[in-house]
C-alpha cells in the first residue's frame, strides 16, 4: 500500500510534459467546450497524481506507458518533489472548481480556477516551465520547504531545480 501512495523521486521531463499537454486538452475542454462533467475527471487526475504519480492516473499511466515510450526523445530524469507539489497545487485548483461547480453553483470561480490550471500546464507543456516547481523552488530558498524533503534538489542550485523541473 505505501508502494502505490509514494511518489518517485525523479521524473522524466518529457512525460511531464505530455501529462502537461493531456490536462491542456482537459481544461480547454471545460473552459471552451463547457464539458463541466469533465471536472471531476481532471481533479481525480491530479489528486491520483499528487499521491502516486502515475501510478493510479489514467492519464499518467498512458503517458507513461503508451506514448513516452513511442516517442523518439531521450528521458530527462528531474527530482520528483518539485513535480508533486506542482501536481498538489493542481489538485487544490481543479478540487476547488469542483466543489464551487458542483456545490457552490458558480460557473465564472470555475472557469477562473479552470482557466489557472490550463496557464500553469500550458507552460509545462509548451515550454517546459513548471510554475509549481518555481514556487517550490522559491519556498525551498526562503527556509519554507526543508532541504530534506527534496535529496536530489540538494545537488542542484535552487534555481535550476525550478527550471528543470
Known amino acids: 500500500m505505501r508502494r502505490v501512495f509514494s511518489f518517485p523521486e525523479t521524473v522524466n521531463e518529457v512525460s511531464a510534459r505530455l501529462v502537461a499537454g ?17 471536472l471531476p475527471v481532471l481533479a481525480y487526475g491530479f489528486v491520483a497524481r499528487a499521491l502516486s504519480g502515475p501510478t ?3 492519464l499518467g499511466q498512458f ?11 531521450e528521458p530527462k530524469i528531474v527530482p520528483g518533489p518539485p513535480k508533486r507539489f506542482a501536481q498538489a497545487i493542481g489538485a487544490t485548483l481543479s478540487v476547488s472548481a469542483l466543489i464551487a461547480y458542483y456545490v457552490i453553483g458558480s460557473t465564472t470561480a470555475t472557469l477562473v480556477l479552470i482557466s489557472m490550471i490550463t496557464i500553469a500546464a500550458s507552460l509545462e507543456s509548451f515550454l517546459g516551465y513548471c510554475l509549481g516547481c518555481q514556487i517550490f523552488g522559491l519556498l ?7 532541504p530534506e524533503v527534496c535529496e536530489a534538489c540538494n545537488n ?10
Open 156 to 165: 542542484f542550485s535552487v534555481s535550476s531545480v525550478a527550471s528543470s523541473s
Open 140 to 146: 525551498m530558498k526562503a527556509g519554507v520547504i526543508s
Open 22 to 38: 493531456g490536462v491542456v486538452i482537459i481544461t480547454l475542454l471545460i473552459v471552451i467546450g463547457g464539458q463541466h462533467w469533465l
Open 56 to 58: 493510479l492516473s489514467p
Open 63 to 73: 503517458v507513461t506507458r503508451v506514448v513516452t515510450p513511442a516517442l523518439p526523445f
